[in-house]
């Protein structure tokens, strides 16, 4: 099972300050640092999830991953081309790969991943996106196709949004924004903790 609340994060320092505030589940998406940095980074962010019991993602650096001892890698479409799975499955790590479109999620599902990531529900204003917001029907579509795997919903989710994307089938939401540029991010954390587990309960 993987958590309700997942947010996406860009260095170590913001896993040192969620997780002891709650979080469960959270990935490091860290871009254009140097190997030694990088590593460093994921040791960090590592030693905090295994002291409070949560789980790290790391995205992209599958090689990373394996040999800092990790035990989950996200992975996006164009690394998913790169990247060598079954290195990841021989490592235990466990995989999340992007889908955007059906191509995709055939892609996605050849590599057996532990969830299917679904985005953008809504527009994002984090990154140029070649698709357009798959809304909360494809949703329920993505929950049928995946064939039991969790699922996660990402892209231009608020605290209410991610609640209805729960309500419509996702196992998780993800987030960047709301929880990075929120004035008080410790605070708003906890708060989509909270009411993203009530919703789960609510749906089980």
């Not at 953008?120 to 494809?138: D, V, Y």
Request: glycine letters at 6%; charged letters at 25%.
């Amino acid at each position: 099972m993987i958590d309700p609340f997942y947010p996406v994060v860009p260095d170590s320092g913001w896993v040192a300050r969620l997780v002891p505030a709650g979080t469960k589940f959270v990935q490091l998406r860290i871009k254009d640092e140097p190997d030694a940095e990088l590593r460093r980074q994921v040791r960090e962010a590592r030693d905090v999830c295994s002291k409070h019991g949560a789980d790290l993602i790391v995205n992209d650096y599958w090689q990373i991953a394996i040999d800092e001892k990790c035990t989950w890698v996200h992975l996006g479409q164009e690394d998913l081309a790169d990247a060598d799975v079954k290195a990841i499955k021989r490592a235990g790590l466990k995989l999340g790969v992007s889908t955007h479109d059906r191509a995709e999620l055939e892609k996605g599902l050849a590599t057996d991943p532990d969830y299917v990531a679904l985005g953008p529900i809504w527009p994002t204003a984090l990154k140029q996106m070649p698709f357009a917001p798959q809304g909360l029907e494809r949703i329920a579509e993505w929950k049928k196709l995946i064939r039991g795997k969790p699922l996660v919903a990402i892209g231009g989710l608020t605290l209410e949004r991610a609640v209805q994307c729960l309500k419509a089938g996702a196992d998780s939401a993800a987030v960047v924004g709301d929880i990075v540029n929120n004035p008080d991010p410790v605070a708003q954390a906890r708060a989509w903790i909270q009411a993203t587990r009530f919703a789960e309960r609510a749906v089980a």
